[in-house]
């Protein structure tokens, strides 16, 4: 048997393996689909410094930041 726990409720899933679980790695469509409004919504993030190379390509599509 193999243990998991859905990120989004923390309900535990138990089966013989991940291809049992068809919206893995969430428990169900519904923690599934809570997951992607959170990255929609800007609730996560993945923050990097911008590098000069991230200026030349922002600067070359004519998109200005707002600050630098």
């Not at 409004?37 to 190379?53: D, F, I, M, N």
Request: hydrophobic content about 30%.
């Amino acid at each position: 048997m193999k243990k998991a726990i859905c990120p989004i409720c923390q309900k535990p899933m138990t089966s013989e393996g991940p291809s049992e679980w068809p919206d893995w790695p969430f428990c169900s469509k519904r923690c599934r689909t809570i997951d992607l409004g959170r990255w929609l919504g800007g609730k996560y993030k993945v923050e990097a410094p911008l590098t000069a190379k991230d200026w030349e390509e922002l600067e070359s599509d004519d998109v200005k930041p707002a600050d630098r």
